[in-house]
C-alpha cells in the first residue's frame, strides 16, 4: 500500500496518453494507486445491494452474440412477467431484505415481435416501457423496494415517462469501439449496441438527473486502448452532469449455445488491469464495480485493484444474465473484505452521493422513501435503532483494524495539529476498526480531561409554553396558536412557574432549567419577569434560561443591544443560558429546517455577547435530519472558534434527532434521525476536537436511553446532564424514555460501566460529598 493518496488521472488526458502511461507501469502497480485511491474517496467500506431480480422480458430486438438472456416467444410461456408475477417475486424479496428491484429486460422487443406487441395490446400497455413503469410502481407502492431499471436506449421522454418510478436507471456502454458493431463482431445485428447511441442515451439521463449505472464489458475482441476509450468517454460524461454512481467493469464469460460459445474468458490479469484504469481514470466520487460470481476466487484481488463496491446481490433470484454463475453468500464477501482490511456494507438501489442529496436526484415520489434508508452520508440504516425510540442500543463491533486515512487523522490532531472541515467530517464516516480506534481516542482524551467520574445536576425543566411564533420544521412541541394540535397548548402565568420553582427545591434541585416558545405576546420584559419570578420564589435556585432565539427576541423587541439586554438578565438574576436553538450552525440547513429563526450568525453572536457580559453558557448541537457530515464539521470548528474567543462555554451536548412526531419528518423531508454509529461519534468527535478547549461532554439520556449513554459515557462523554424533572420537548417528538431519571437510576447506570458518580452543580463544581447524595450512596454501595 502507498504511504499517501493518489490522485486520479487528470481528465484532460487523452486516451492515447493513459494508454501510454499504463503501458510503462506493471498491473501490480496501477492495482496499488488505484487501491489508494479507493481508500482515500470511500475509506475502508465496501458496498452492495441487497435486490431481487426482476426479469420483465427476456425478448429484445437486438441480437448480441454472447448472450443466453434474451430468447424468443416461442422458448417462453410468455412474452413477459404478469404482475402477479412481478409481485411474487418482489415480496420474496422484501420478505428476505432486500432494498433494490432489478428490472432487466431487453430492448423495445415490440419492434421485432408480434406476440410482444399482443400480450402488451390486451393488457392496456402502450409499449414495453410503459409496461415497466407500470410494473416499477406498483413494487415501490405494494412492497418499498426501490426500482432500479435497465430498459435499454431510452430518449428524454422515456426518462421522463420512468424517472417518477426509479431511484436509478442503468445502460452498459460495454465498448465505445464501433468495429465490433460490423459483420462478424460481437454486436452485429443489434444497432441499440452502437456507442454513439448508447451514450447519447446515457448523457439524456445526465440531463434528466437520474442517477446512473453504466460499464464496460471486457474480452469481447475490444483493444486495451478501447477500453481506456470507453472509460474516459463515461468520465466526460460524468464530469458534465455528475449522475454517474457507479461504473461496473465486468469480464466476458463463455456462455453455451451462443456464437461466441468458444470465444476464451477474459483472463483475471485483464479484469485487474481494467479496474485499476477504471479508478485511476473516474472521478473518485464514482464507484468502481464488479460482479463477484463472476470471479468469486479472486475477490480479495478486485478490492485490490480499486473495487469498493459488489453492486447488487440478491438472496432470491439468479443472476439472470449469466445463470451459470450464483451469487456468493454474504458472508463470503463479509469474509473477503475482512481478509482485504475492508468492512461490507449494504446501500441502496441510489448510490451513497445521490441519496444523500434526493431533492436534485430523485422524484418526490421517492425521495421521502430514501431520505427514511439513510444517514448522513447516504448509506443505507442497519441498526433499526432511533433516538427517543426506547429500542436497546446496538452491541457495535468495531473490530482491530484500522485504515491508515483515519489513522493519520488522529495521529495529527493527537500531536496538537488544528483541525480542519475535511478531516473533521471524514472522523464521522468511521466505521469497523476506525470506529473502535475514534471511541477509544475520545475515550482516552476524556479520561486526561476530567477524569471518571460521571458527574449530573439535580434540575427541573419549566417550559412555560408551547405557543410559538415560529415554525421550526423539526418541532413537535410548540403550537401555532392556542389551537390543539398534538396536545394541548398552553401558557403557564408567573404565579405557576415560580410554584415549580420552589417544588424543585423541595425535590432537591439545585437548578432550573427555563425555555419556551416565543409566544405573540412575549417581548422582552416577559423573560425579565420570568427570572424576577423564580428568583424571589427560589433565591438558592441556579436560574439557566433562555435560549438564543429567545434572548434575540427579548432584545429586539425592546430595541436594546444583545450586550445591554443580556446584562439586564443577568441583574435580575439569569446565571447561564442554555446553548439551544443553534440545530446546525450553517445557512443552507437552518433556511430548509428553521427558515425564520436566529442565524448561525446570530446564535453566535448572542453567545459572544453572554460570554462578554460574563454568562456563560453550554453549547448544543441537533443533528441526524437534512445535515451531512460537512456539516457537523463546520458547526464544531464554528464553536471551537468561540471558545478559542470567549472561553464561555461550560459543555458540549449533542442532541440527536428524534424523528417520530416531527413536521418534517412526517411530510417526507427529512431522515429518521442519526444512526447508533453517528450517534456515539458525535460524541465522540466532539470530545476530539474540542479537547482542551471544553471539558465537559454531555450524552442526553433522553434521546440515547440509558444503555446508549452508558455506551457513550465510554466514547468521551463524562456528563449525563440533569434528572430533567417533568421533561417535555423530547416526549413530543415521540421520545419514549420518560421524564425523570432519578439519581438512584443514574448511580445504576454509571455502575453498569465501572465509574463513580457525583452530583455537579451547573458550572461543573462538584457537591461537597455530605450535601450529595451521590456520594453517600456510592460510599454505601462500596462497603457492600
Known amino acids: 500500500m502507498l504511504d499517501h493518496p493518489v490522485m486520479p488521472l487528470d481528465s484532460a488526458m487523452s486516451p492515447d496518453d493513459i494508454m501510454g502511461f499504463a503501458s510503462g507501469v506493471e498491473t501490480s502497480a496501477l492495482m496499488a494507486m488505484a487501491s489508494s485511491i479507493a481508500l482515500d474517496a470511500f475509506g475502508p467500506v465496501v458496498t452492495y445491494s441487497p435486490k431481487v431480480f426482476i426479469p ?21 410461456a410468455s412474452p413477459y412477467l404478469s404482475m402477479g408475477e412481478v409481485m411474487e417475486i418482489a415480496r420474496a424479496g422484501a420478505a428476505q431484505g432486500c432494498r433494490e428491484a432489478l428490472f432487466t429486460l431487453g430492448d423495445r422487443p415490440e419492434d421485432r415481435y408480434g406476440a410482444a406487441r399482443l400480450w402488451l395490446s390486451e393488457r392496456g400497455h402502450e409499449s414495453t416501457l410503459a409496461y415497466v413503469a407500470a410494473a416499477a410502481q406498483a413494487v415501490f407502492d405494494g412492497t418499498g ?7 435499454g ?3 428524454p421522454d422515456d426518462y421522463a415517462m420512468l424517472r417518477p418510478h426509479a431511484a436509478s436507471m442503468g445502460l452498459m456502454l460495454e465498448s465505445s469501439a464501433d468495429r465490433l458493431c460490423e459483420r462478424g463482431g460481437p454486436h452485429f445485428g443489434s444497432p441499440d449496441k452502437r456507442p454513439a447511441v448508447r451514450l447519447a442515451s446515457i448523457a439524456a439521463a445526465g440531463e434528466a438527473k437520474v442517477p ?49 460459445a468458444g470465444h476464451a474468458d477474459a483472463p483475471l490479469e485483464e479484469l485487474l488491469w481494467s479496474i485499476a484504469l477504471a479508478r485511476l481514470i473516474l472521478p473518485r466520487d464514482v464507484s468502481i464495480q464488479a460482479p463477484p460470481n463472476l470471479q468469486p476466487d479472486a475477490l480479495e484481488s478486485l478490492i485490490a485493484a480499486g473495487l469498493n463496491d459488489w453492486g447488487g446481490v440478491s438472496p432470491v433470484t439468479a443472476d439472470h444474465v449469466n445463470p451459470e454463475a450464483p451469487w456468493p453468500h454474504l458472508t463470503v464477501l463479509e469474509r473477503a473484505c475482512t481478509r482485504a482490511r475492508r468492512i461490507l456494507r449494504p446501500r441502496l438501489a441510489i448510490g451513497p452521493r445521490h441519496a444523500a442529496d434526493p431533492g436534485t436526484w430523485l422524484d418526490p415520489r421517492l425521495a421521502p422513501s430514501v431520505r427514511r434508508q439513510v444517514d448522513g452520508q447516504g448509506l443505507a440504516r442497519t441498526d433499526g435503532w432511533h433516538a427517543g ?36 467530517a471524514t472522523l464521522f464516516t468511521a466505521d469497523g476498526g476506525d470506529f473502535a480506534a475514534v471511541v477509544r481516542m475520545a475515550d482516552r482524551l476524556r479520561r486526561e480531561a476530567v477524569g471518571d467520574t460521571v458527574t449530573h445536576v439535580v434540575n427541573r425543566n419549566i417550559n412555560y409554553t408551547n405557543i410559538c411564533l415560529y415554525k421550526c420544521g423539526f418541532c413537535a412541541f410548540s403550537k401555532g396558536s392556542t389551537k390543539a394540535l398534538r396536545g394541548p397548548a398552553y401558557r403557564l402565568d408567573l404565579p405557576e412557574i415560580s410554584r415549580r420553582a420552589v417544588e424543585a427545591v423541595e425535590r432537591g434541585a439545585t437548578e432550573v432549567c427555563l425555555q419556551g416558545g416565543i409566544h405573540p405576546d412575549y417581548d422582552g420584559e416577559t423573560y425579565l419577569a420570568i427570572v424576577d419570578a423564580v428568583r424571589a420564589a427560589a433565591p438558592s435556585l441556579h436560574i439557566h434560561a433562555f435560549s438564543a432565539l429567545e434572548v434575540f427576541h427579548g432584545a429586539t423587541t425592546l430595541g436594546l443591544p444583545l450586550e445591554d439586554y443580556l446584562a439586564r438578565l443577568k441583574a435580575a ?8 436553538a443553534a440545530e446546525i450552525l450553517d445557512p443552507d440547513v437552518r433556511a430548509i429546517i428553521a427558515p425564520d429563526k436566529v442565524t448561525a450568525d446570530q446564535w453566535l453572536q448572542v453567545m459572544c455577547a453572554a460570554h462578554g457580559v460574563g454568562l456563560r453558557s453550554t453549547a448544543t448541537i441537533m443533528f441526524g435530519h437534512v445535515d451531512n457530515y460537512g456539516h457537523w464539521a463546520n458547526h464544531l470548528l464554528q464553536i471551537r472558534a468561540l471558545q478559542q474567543e470567549t472561553g464561555g462555554f461550560t459543555e458540549f451536548v449533542p442532541l440527536p434527532f428524534v424523528h417520530m412526531e416531527a413536521p418534517f419528518w412526517r411530510k417526507g423531508a427529512s431522515r429518521s434521525g ?9 460524541h465522540a468527535v466532539a470530545r476530539i476536537v474540542l479537547h482542551s478547549l471544553i471539558p465537559n461532554i454531555q450524552v442526553s439520556w433522553v434521546k440515547m436511553g440509558p444503555d446508549g449513554a452508558a455506551a457513550i459515557l465510554n466514547a468521551g462523554a463524562n456528563d449525563l446532564g440533569g434528572v430533567l424533572m417533568d421533561e417535555s420537548i423530547t416526549r413530543a417528538a415521540g421520545g419514549v424514555h420518560g421524564q425523570l431519571l432519578d439519581q438512584p437510576a443514574m448511580m445504576r447506570l454509571a455502575r453498569s460501566i465501572g465509574r463513580p458518580l457525583r452530583q455537579r452543580t451547573t458550572l461543573y463544581d462538584l457537591l461537597p460529598e455530605e450535601a450529595d447524595p451521590s456520594a453517600s450512596r456510592q460510599h454505601q454501595l462500596e462497603r457492600i
Do not use: W
Not at 484500522?402 to 478531516?423: F, H, K, Q, T, V
Not at 442519526?674 to 458525535?682: F, H
Open 573 to 580: 438574576g439569569l446565571s447561564t443560558l442554555p446553548g439551544t
Open 153 to 155: 436506449i431510452l430518449s
Open 212 to 260: 446512473f449505472t453504466s460499464g464496460i464489458l471486457i474480452g469481447i475482441g475490444e483493444t486495451g486502448l478501447e477500453r481506456i476509450e470507453a472509460l474516459c468517454a463515461l468520465r466526460d460524461l460524468h464530469l458534465r452532469y455528475g449522475h454517474i454512481q457507479e461504473v461496473i467493469v465486468q469480464n466476458f464469460r463463455a456462455k453455451p449455445g451462443t456464437p461466441m
Open 389 to 424: 425510540s426506547g429500542l436497546a442500543a446496538p452491541v457495535f463491533i468495531g473490530g482491530q483494524q484500522m485504515s491508515s486515512r483515519i489513522a493519520g487523522i488522529l495521529d495529527r490532531l493527537n500531536e496538537g495539529e488544528e483541525p480542519d472541515r475535511d478531516a473533521v
Open 674 to 682: 442519526p444512526t447508533y454509529r453517528e450517534a456515539v461519534l458525535m
Open 56 to 76: 420483465l422480458t427476456r425478448l429484445c430486438r437486438d441480437v448480441c452474440h454472447y448472450c443466453t438472456f434474451a430468447t424468443t416467444p416461442g422458448r417462453i
Open 145 to 151: 423496494l426501490l426500482p432500479h431499471l435497465n430498459p
